[in-house]
């Protein structure tokens, strides 16, 4: 079974910081890697998302990502933080094995604090 | 467009009563999904349905919990003899032949 590791549980920046929030994934076969981001009152929804190709993906709102497969990570980044990227982030993975093993698997999230 | 919307968003339930929760999903959306949020924690998954037909159960934590898609679209969740530990957020989540999920709200539970 795939487990997710996300560090940071919080994390306080000031605006136009910028930011690195890390994630490490355990799993030995190929994978999908999303980042979610949940606002405060709001739902969760997807940032950006890895399936194949080039390992640097670009999401919404400037967010990017990495995927890094020798060192099982996919950490998010965004250069210069809004005080409006107040909001819990979560990783997550889905193996792509056969099967019906098409479920995410998430990390504890990481709450992300901008200060204005 | 719509997106995954569930019903109720609060509920309070007293130990030992059941529960049902509603998801309706987006519409054409093949694969369904239940989650389970607990405080400070993220998702942790509870079962999946592929149109009507439930593939994966293996994240329901007790026979007290079963889920139903019977047409294959609006899915129900149900908790019954309902116990202190139940009390989180359920989720559900939608997608196309299981690629990205799209998640719904949520509903809290709080059992006293």
């Known amino acids: 079974a795939q487990s997710v590791s996300q560090h940071n549980h919080h994390v306080i920046l000031s605006e136009a910081a910028s930011l690195e929030l890390g994630c490490n994934y355990s799993?030995?076969?190929?994978?999908?890697l999303f980042w979610y981001v949940q606002y405060p009152g709001q739902h969760l929804q997807l940032l950006l998302k890895y399936f194949s190709g080039d390992p640097l993906v670009k999401g919404i709102k400037g967010f990017e990502a990495e995927f890094i497969k020798s060192k099982f990570s996919f950490n998010l980044r965004k250069p210069s933080v809004q005080w409006s990227d107040t909001a819990e982030y979560f990783c997550a993975v889905k193996a792509r094995a056969g099967g019906s093993a098409r479920q995410l698997t998430f990390g504890s999230g990481t709450q992300l604090t901008v200060l204005p | 467009g719509a997106g995954v919307s569930q019903s109720p968003r609060y509920k309070v339930a007293k130990r030992g009563q059941d529960v049902a929760l509603r998801c309706d999903p987006i519409s054409g959306h093949v694969s369904l999904f239940w989650y389970q949020q607990a405080l400070g924690q993220g998702p942790e998954f509870l079962t999946y349905f592929q149109n009507e037909a439930q593939l994966d159960k293996s994240g329901l934590p007790s026979d007290r919990f079963f889920a139903e898609r019977p047409e294959g679209s609006v899915s129900t969740l149900k908790i019954q003899r309902t116990q202190q530990e139940d009390s989180a957020v359920y989720l559900c989540?939608?997608?196309?032949?299981?690629?990205?999920?799209?998640f719904g709200p949520g509903t809290r539970l709080t059992v006293l």
């Open positions: 989540a939608s997608s196309e032949q299981a690629d990205t999920q799209y």
């Open positions: 799993y030995g076969g190929t994978v999908n």
